[in-house]
């Protein structure tokens, strides 16, 4: 095992004490500084980060039990993200006063020291220390990092099926392989695509996006492809596509679901020999890139309708990221409007803080055909037109919205979805006997005289 050598913060009201260990520490490769009381050590312990802190006990003023307990008072409500961790603690006492000692240890201290001690005896003490503070550092380093990444990539999602989504991000991030996109409208698609690029090896290279359906059909090839000049009549110049562009980096193609077949089998080139050729080009070029592609459509079934080469379905679908819709994960639906109010007070300087429980129970309910783009769009507004600190149900018109078809609706909406399926059920009895009631009756295998009561109740003619 390699040695480690570490910072440490010497703290000694002894001249003499200090310069010998800290010749000895020195030696052994650490960097020292030294400090002789509590207070100074603070001040240096406020300014940069040290390994290890190597501790006297009794000192005059503050003492090395009373340095530590503010030590790990400031680390214990230390803002959250702060990366640098504590020093490991080592205290040294000169009395054989173990109740010092232990309380030491119980605040956090890794060891303590009873004076007199061998040199050998520091340095071992010392590099075991070091050890532990490694494995605190990296473990700290990691989970800032991963807070970081979802922050930074925005996605919001408790649910299962999102939790799920983010993993094969991670997965699949550091692969170059080709990754298809489903998902509804508004679902986060061109999210998740960036979050992948975001976390490959290619980051530094451009993201290149086409957005196929926004491009007309007969402007697509060259867009992505590029021509040279003369290739048409508006080919005054030669003009590289997104593929030449995005080279060594990645190119998510949005609305793949539109593109011609002709223009399908050209992409088929790309993924299978990755080269293509420029609108009026002699010479294929050749390109290193990933490619994202998304769509809301459901290309398996255009492909069995034969409006989808399937081979390039299959070459684009090596790893699907399917994202289901807002009202098939609706744990969802806190943690993304507490996510938006603050995006949105804080971008539009509102004072607006949260919702109200009974907006967010409304909302979980809404069955969001627009999914989270809807959902967001809603809390812009509402946290807009507030008028408090809280957004309320009258804030936002879809908590208030007809009663969803949805499943665990509280006991108003349930009572409502039950007239409404006994209004319809008669309605579709009726038409089915032609209007003759005692006909609807035996349908529905109720009496004559309980259809009458349900034909009053619902005001059916
Ligand atoms: N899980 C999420 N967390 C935070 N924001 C999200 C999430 N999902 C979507 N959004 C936001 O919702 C909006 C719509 O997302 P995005 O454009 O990625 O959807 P899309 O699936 O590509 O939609 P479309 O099919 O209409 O192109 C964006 O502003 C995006 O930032
Ligand atoms: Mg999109």
Redesign the pocket.
Known sequence: MTRRRGSVLLVDDEDKLRKSLGRALRGDGHEVVDAEDARLALHLLGERVFDVLLVDNMMPGMTGLDLIREIVATHETGAPGVVDPQPQIVMMTAYATVESAIEAMKLGAIDYLQKPFEIDELLVTIRRALDHQRLRTDYSYLRSERDEQFDHY????CSHA?QGVIARIELVARTKSTIL?T???????????RAIHDRSAQREMPLVKV?CAAIPETVLESELFGHVRGAFTDAIATKKGKFALADGGTILL??IGVMTPALQSKLLRVLQEREFEPVGAERPESVDVRVIA?T?RDLRQMVADGRFQSDLFYRLNVIPID?PPLRERRD?VEP?VH??VQKHAQRTGRSVTGIDPAALAALRLYDWPG???E??NAVERAVVLSTGPIVTAAAMPMAAAPIPRSIGLPSLMLRRNLEWVERDTIRLALDRAGGVRKDAAALMGISQRALSHYLRKHAID
């Open positions: 925005g996605i919001v999602g999102m996109i998902g509804e409208t508004g679902t986060g698609k061109e999210l998740v695509a957005n949005d609305e998304a809301n994202i969802d993304l996510h938006f999914n989270v783009r959902l967001e």
